[in-house]
């Protein structure tokens, strides 16, 4: 038993929806394309976790279902029902999954009221827990997105909020101390607190097995009646180990998407690509990186001699509370800050090897956001960091609409510009969960909390 496809995607994520939108785009023929996810619902918007659906009509849908292995040489699926699925291109938009605390020699994961938040499930059953937990008290583990998202939509339905992490300060593989301290303060005006330093050790149950406290490494007790768990994600490649080139924890593409084998392209969290601007090859973590590396990848597909390499800006933003933050390239080298740190916008600079290599901006417009993510991909020479904290915001805004040739670059007085080749390596937030980060979960949560 098996069906045929010529163009079969597996994964049912935001890379899957927009790597679907962009074949139908471009005029795949109906009965063509095929999707297999095990989740039992389309492709949907994950930042919002909402049922905003991203399928387009005309698209063989194999839900529910999990593929067990695959041969890419034969060019085979073959899923848990025995059924064996062809294709002549395969795009792998497997994403990642939730660390589990297992995986750290934690037991207890399972317990009715600790939750993970990967996909709509786990944000169903957050939801339910949360219901079940006005007033109550929250132990968030980790202090990354999902950490830092969670504790704020967990505040703001009237939750106690404690949040554990083993790292100095929160979002600690992207903020600087600086930065890092204005959010833990903001946070704590709203009733967060934060344990740093330490990390979980074991949980107190009840005779129901419910977790009712968690214990901590440096021998402190919490008392929880809901636990939130945001360690990290993997991702999902063992289908293809040994099978196609893996680096940097996924699958190693080119220039196109296209894997070490010429039939097989990967997109969104599970692709390692080349970030041209740092000539270094990348895997992101954020739905940014996610919708445009599938669109890029079916362009490959659909016309590989009018399409280029990809040439992608590392982004990632957040929205809680009333702040709103955005980070364009590379967070390597010396920062430099500027703006106001006791108001609402302020920002920083890094800067490497005398280039400036990445952007951070809260608070900002629409067009100072766009200014900043200009100047980043331009890379320009810096020479004097005395100047570049003075002119702050304004240096982004004036640079990002200068032209890219012939100009010096910033001394004192000026904000030209030069331009070189990509040099530095981009770490920022590798290992915390991006390209399915809940950026948006504040927004959904509350919107849903109106329909009870």
């Known amino acids: 038993m098996g069906r045929a496809f010529v163009y079969v995607i597996l994964g049912g994520g935001v890379a899957a929806g927009y790597a679907a939108q962009e074949f139908v785009k471009r005029g795949v023929s109906h009965g063509e394309l095929c999707i297999i996810s095990e989740e039992p619902v389309a492709p949907y918007e994950r930042p919002a976790l909402s049922k905003g659906f991203l399928l387009p009509e005309g698209i063989e849908l194999i839900l529910g279902t999990r593929v067990k292995s695959a041969d890419v040489r034969r060019k085979t699926l073959l899923t848990v029902t025995g059924e064996t699925i062809s294709y002549k291109i395969l795009i792998v938009a497997t994403g990642a999954r939730a660390l589990k605390l297992e995986e750290f020699g ?15 499930a786990d944000a169903t059953r957050l939801v339910s827990v949360m219901q079940s937990c006005k007033d109550g008290n929250a132990v968030v583990i980790g202090g990354g997105y999902i950490g830092m998202e969670c504790a704020a939509s967990l505040v703001i339905n009237k939750i106690n909020v404690t949040m554990v992490f083993p790292e100095a300060h929160c979002m600690g593989r992207l903020f600087s101390p600086k930065i890092a301290s204005y959010y833990e303060e903001f946070y ?10 330490t990390v979980l050790t074991s949980f107190d149950l009840n005779s129901d097995g419910k977790v009712t406290a968690v214990s901590l490494r440096d021998g402190s007790k919490l008392p929880a009646d809901m636990v939130v768990i945001g360690i990290g994600i993997r991702a999902n490649t063992s289908l293809f180990e040994g099978q196609l080139t893996l680096e940097k924890g996924g699958i190693k593409v080119n220039g196109k998407m296209q894997s070490s084998n010429t039939s097989v392209y990967a ?13 270094e090859t990348r895997r992101l973590e954020h739905v940014d990186s996610a919708r445009k590396s599938a669109r890029h990848a079916v362009a490959a ?28 390239g590379d967070n390597a080298g010396e ?31 629409k067009e100072q956001y766009e200014g900043i993510a200009k100047a980043t991909r331009l890379k320009p020479a810096i020479e004097d960091l005395g100047e570049l904290e003075r002119q702050g915001l ?30 530095h390596a981009w770490y920022a937030t590798a290992g915390v969960i991006v390209a399915a980060s809940v950026a948006a979960f504040a927004y959904w949560y509350g ?5 009870w």
Request: aromatic residues 16%; glycine residues 10%.
């Open 106 to 120: 934690v037991t207890g994961s399972d317990a009715e009221n600790v939750c993970y938040l990967r996909d709509l």
């Open 188 to 197: 704590k005006s709203k009733g967060v607190k934060f344990i740093k330093g």
């Open 267 to 279: 997109v969104g969290d599970v692709a390692a690509f080349p970030v041209k601007m740092f000539a």
């Open 301 to 328: 597909i659909m016309e590989p001699e009018k399409t280029g390499e990809f040439d992608y800006l590392p982004f990632f933003y957040s929205r809680v509370f009333t702040l709103s933050w955005q980070f364009y």
């Open 335 to 365: 920062v430099i800050h500027f703006g106001d740190f006791s108001g609402k916008t302020f920002g920083a600079y890094w800067i490497n090897k005398g280039h400036l290599v990445g952007s951070f901006l809260e608070g900002g417009t």
């Open 394 to 423: 304004g240096f982004a805004l004036t640079a990002s609409q200068k032209p890219s040739s012939s100009s010096p670059p910033l001394v004192a007085g000026s904000s030209n510009l030069v331009i070189e080749k990509p040099l």
């Open 447 to 451: 919107r849903r909390r109106r329909r």
